[in-house]
């Protein structure tokens, strides 16, 4: 059974960090490339980071480039998004994503989400 499990969410005061790690079970962990995505009430999930199964190659939205740091690490099946410098505008669920393409065929999965808030 596939899961992707977020946690790290939570209430954080403007200029603030926050740790989100999301653990995967079910699946090669190691053959899946690993993103994070946001979704703000009102508006449309949109990628913050990504980062490759192979090198750990990482990817940025604008809005969180020099703010945040995606990470993994294969052996706890565990991706990780570092946010510093938080502002309101980053308040959102957030959502882990594992992708794994197999020719033609797309592998996909998402956890439930965990809520980060950014506010005074």
């Known amino acids: 059974q596939v899961q992707l499990v977020e946690s790290g969410g939570g209430l954080v005061q403007p200029g603030g960090s926050l740790r989100l790690s999301c653990a995967a079970s079910?699946?090669?962990?190691?053959?899946?490339?690993m993103s994070w995505y946001r979704q703000a009430p009102g508006k449309e999930r949109e990628l913050v980071a990504a980062i490759t199964s192979v090198r750990s190659i990482t990817r940025y939205a604008d809005s969180v480039k020099g703010r945040f740091t995606i990470s993994r690490d294969n052996a706890k099946n565990t991706v990780y998004l570092q946010m510093n410098s938080l502002k309101p505008e980053d308040t959102a669920v957030y959502y882990c994503n594992a992708q794994r393409w197999r020719g033609t065929v797309r592998d996909d999965y998402w956890g439930q989400g965990t809520q980060v808030t950014v506010s005074s």
């Open positions: 079910g699946f090669t962990f190691s053959s899946f490339a």
